[in-house]
Structures are given as C-alpha cells and as structure tokens.
C-alpha cells in the first residue's frame, strides 16, 4: 500500500512497530487466544518502544502525533488484536487521565511507570446497567472528612485482573459524573468474574466492585467527568479504527496469499472471478477505510472538530473489518473455519471493534442527529 502523506518521522515509528509485531506479537498471538492471559512480556516491549507515552507532551512522553500512533496501533493489531486492544486502553483511557490532572506524589509513583508498562491501568465507566447511556451510571463518590469514598459496580474492565490502578467515573451529584482514581489495594476494591469471551481473548477484562473504597484522588475538576471524556472520544475511535484496519490487513493478505497457492479443478482459486471479486471488495474496503481514518487523523490535527470524521471513520473501518474477516473465511472455506489458520480468530476477534469507541448503531445515530439538526 502506497503512504502518500506520511512524513520520515510517522513512517520510521510504523516501522519500529511493523519489527515489533512481526518478531514478537505474531509468533504468539495463536498461543494467546487458545490460553488467554495478559500478555506482560509483550506489553513491557511495548513500553520500552515509548507506545504508551506516544500521546503526552515531553517530559512524560513523546508527544508524537496521532497519525503516528494510529500507525503504531495498526501494526500491532496486523499481529493480535488481543494485544493491540491491551496495549491502546494503556496508552489512551488507561492512563490519560492520570497524565492529565493528578497531582503530587500519586502522579510522581505512578505516571513513569505506567508509560514504561510497568504500571497497568483500567478505566472503569460501563456498569451492568449502564452500557451505551453512560450517564445512567449508578456508582456514587461519597466526601467524608476530606476524602472521596467510591461504591458502586463496574463490568467490562479491560485488564482489571492486573491492573494496579483504576480511573472510576461515578456520581457526585444527581447531574454530576466525576472522574476517581482508586489504587489497587484499597479497602472495599474488588476484582470480580472473569468475562470469558469470543474474541480479544488476552485483553482480560473482568467486573470491578468498590464498596466505600477509598479514591486516591479526584481526576480533574468535580462535575467534568463526561466532558473530559468527550475530549478523547474522537481519539478512542480513531484507535478503534486503527485496531479495525490492522485485523482486516491481515485477513485480507492471508486470504491473497491463500489463494494464490490453493489450487481446485486445475488452477490457484484466485483465478476464479467469483474468489477474485471477493478480494478486490476486501482490498478496496480497506483502501477506503484506511484513507477515511487517516484523513479524520489529519484533520484533528490541523485543529478541525473531528467529531463527525472520527465516527465515520470508526463506524466504516470497524464495519469493513468484519466484512473483510468474513470474505476471507469464505476464500478459505473449511480452513477458514479451522482453528489451524488464524482467519477465524481474526473474525471473532474483529467484532470488538464494533463495540469498543461507541456501537455502529450509537454512531449511525450520532451523525444523522448531526446532519438532520
Ligand atoms: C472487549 C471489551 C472491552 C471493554 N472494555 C471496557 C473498559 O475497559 N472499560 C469500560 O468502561 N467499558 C469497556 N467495555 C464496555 C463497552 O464500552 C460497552 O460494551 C459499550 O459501551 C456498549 O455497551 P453495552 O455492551 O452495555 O451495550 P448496550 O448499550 O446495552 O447496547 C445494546 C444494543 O443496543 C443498541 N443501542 C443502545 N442504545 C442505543 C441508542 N440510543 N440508539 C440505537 N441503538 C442503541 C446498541 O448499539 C447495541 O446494539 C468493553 C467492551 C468490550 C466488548
């Protein structure tokens, strides 16, 4: 694929983390999925790589720009989603808070290390009850004596099983949604079930109680928590598009290189017009998706809102993506429904960018609120 627009410096960190996935990522993502676990190793390389930094302003990170990260995050999910997923909730939601407003010593032991991957973080928003409408959230912050006390039930925690601290959006007033931080250790935290499921199977996640757990501190301003959240949902979803992009790019090149040497009544199947209009939809969904997110990218980064861009390009790649999954089960047939080849594992794993970042359905509706207001 021909980078029209990248600059030395975007292509130089895509190549870092093209090197990355291809020699240690890959090798391991199968291995991953059959026996899921946080995948420590990996992430720490990540580290070391600066993934995790690549998003704040020096001294804590790099500052690099987003086009670059998305590239990084791509490449990554070329190899395993599953690490790709772990590794972007790190270096967005599960640390950009904390980068934002904490203050002092909590920021002192813990913003290095989490940027270095030594430190893993959550972000705990969606509850049993509360999904989609985030705002319907029932977890409450309580100021007793100076310190902010947390009760309530979280799911769906991305790395909750590991993680050492925990961003938790709760209630401080009936119209009030603010932002804690709560260290693992704290009295009344609780890591709950496991939530084993289809797809991105080394992203653990699992549900998160607080009863009266004490927060470390509050993150940013009392009252702001939706906006400041509003603030990187742009961002969430271009990553989501990145992670959709890298898993259709390796569907895609695995079903090309397949059918070039799969031969039935004589011939490779890519000589059949029926498996060769199958790749060209696959190829040039990407070509689209891929531009769409680039160009969102670009966009926010000459200052333009990209609330309209950033859910278009989420809503497309992460669409293209399971088209793209699902074409390149059918170029394989019977070895595209084998656990042997990894195809399968890219489909199953591919419907979580249909949910990360805002539903298909959430987004549809949001950009025709915004074309019929
Ligand atoms: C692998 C994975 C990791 C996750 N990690 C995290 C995490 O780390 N932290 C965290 O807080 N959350 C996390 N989530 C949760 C995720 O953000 C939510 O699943 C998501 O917000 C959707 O909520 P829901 O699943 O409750 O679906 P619901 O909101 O209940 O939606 C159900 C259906 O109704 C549709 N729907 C809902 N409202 C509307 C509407 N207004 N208009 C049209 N259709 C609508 C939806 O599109 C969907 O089809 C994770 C989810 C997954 C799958």
Known sequence: MLDFSLTEEQ???????????????????????RNPRFPAELFLRAGELGLFGMRYPPPDGTGADLLSYLLAVEEIARASLSVAAACSMQSLMGTFFIQRSAQGDVRERLLAPALRGEVIGAICMTEPDAGSDLFSMTTRAVETKGEWRVTGQK?????????HMFTVFARTGEQEISIFLV?????????????????????????????????????????????????????????????????????????LAYSKQRQQFGRPICEFQAVQAHLAEMRTGLEAARSLTLWAAWSSMQG??????????????????????D???????????????????YLRDARFTLIGG????????????????
């Not at 990187?232 to 989501?240: G, N, P």
């Open 304 to 325: 333009v809102d990209s609330n309209e861009s950033s859910s278009m390009a989420k809503l497309f790649a992460s669409e293209t993506a399971i088209d793209v999954c």
């Open 183 to 255: 260290e693992k250790g704290a009295p009344g935290l609780q890591i709950g079930r496991d939530i084993d499921k289809m797809g991105v199977r080394a992203s653990l996640t699992s549900e998160v109680s607080f009863d009266d757990a004490p927060a470390a501190c509050m993150l940013g301003e009392r009252g702001a928590g939706m906006e400041s959240l509003r603030e990187i949902l742009c961002e969430i979803r271009l990553m989501t598009a990145a992670l959709a992009l890298g898993v259709g790019r390796a569907a895609f090149e695995d079903a």
């Open 358 to 373: 805002g539903t298909s359905e959430i987004l549809r509706g949001n950009l025709a609120r915004g074309l019929v207001r």
């Open 155 to 163: 799911t769906w925690v991305t790395s909750a099983p590991v993680a």
């Open 327 to 345: 074409r390149a089960c059918r170029v394989m047939a019977s070895y595209g429904y084998a656990k042997e080849y990894p195809v399968e594992r």
């Open 11 to 33: 292509l130089t960190v895509r190549d870092v983390f093209r090197a990355f996935a291809e020699s240690d990522v890959r090798p391991v993502a199968a291995e991953l999925d």
